[in-house]
């Protein structure tokens, strides 16, 4: 059973345009949710992440919107830049205990 | 990549040899974790450590172990290599348990 749900598996967005990807999980008692990036070749890359006590949260173009009752988080990766082109990953946690990752999306970003 | 590093970065092996892979750490994080990355499936966890001897399995953790018997390293070993353990290998450290940061990574071919 997988326990943290992506989508979509892959994206293509106009350069300007806004990114949007999708993640659900089960377990109510993960309580840390981070966005990794990935480029090809390379390891994944901590980008953001949020804790359940919060809705939101903005780090340059990049938010994390939480919705806890529906148990879902996304990516939102405003102006889109084709330096964006990546892959993507979401990922559910409690602390000291393991990660499980969504399957990932891949953004292409369109000059 | 957070001064983490991950030896041999390419390996080919024959079925049936045993393999054993390294990942070093040079921030002195507490929390070491192994992932196998394939397509289709995203990042999944296969063993991890919290600390100097103590290990646990991850969702993936069959034909694999593990040690750690410094800090610094840790150790994956694939005890009789299968054409099914052919991916790529990322270890990640994490000093409280929730942010984790990743090596480059090993590509293991398993023939």
């Known amino acids: 059973q997988q326990q943290v749900k992506q989508s979509p598996q892959s994206l293509i967005v106009q350069k300007g345009g806004i990114s949007i990807i999708n993640c659900a999980y089960e377990n109510t008692a993960f309580d840390y949710f981070p966005w990794y990036q990935q480029f090809p070749g390379k390891g994944p890359a901590l980008l953001i992440a949020i804790r359940p006590d919060v809705s939101e949260k903005k780090e340059g173009r990049f938010t994390i919107s939480f919705n806890k009752s529906a148990k879902q988080f996304s990516l939102h990766i405003m102006d889109s830049q084709p330096g964006d082109s990546a892959t993507y990953f979401c990922a559910a946690s409690s602390i000291g205990n393991q990660f499980y990752f969504g399957t990932g999306t891949s953004l292409t970003v369109i000059p | ?111």
């Open chain 2, 1 to 111: 990549d957070a001064g983490i590093t991950q030896s041999p970065r390419h390996k080919v092996t024959e079925t049936g040899t045993p393999v054993t892979l390294r990942c070093h750490q040079t921030e002195n994080h507490r929390y070491m974790y192994w992932y196998r990355q394939d397509p289709g499936h995203g990042l999944r966890l296969i063993h991890y450590s919290y600390g100097v001897k103590d290990t646990d399995k991850g969702e993936v953790s069959d034909g694999y172990s593990v040690s750690r018997s410094k800090t610094e390293d840790f150790l994956l070993t694939l005890e009789s290599a299968t054409s099914s353990q052919t991916s790529v290998y990322f270890c990640a450290i994490s000093r409280q348990g929730y942010e984790q940061y990743f090596g480059p990574g090993t590509r293991l071919t398993v023939t």
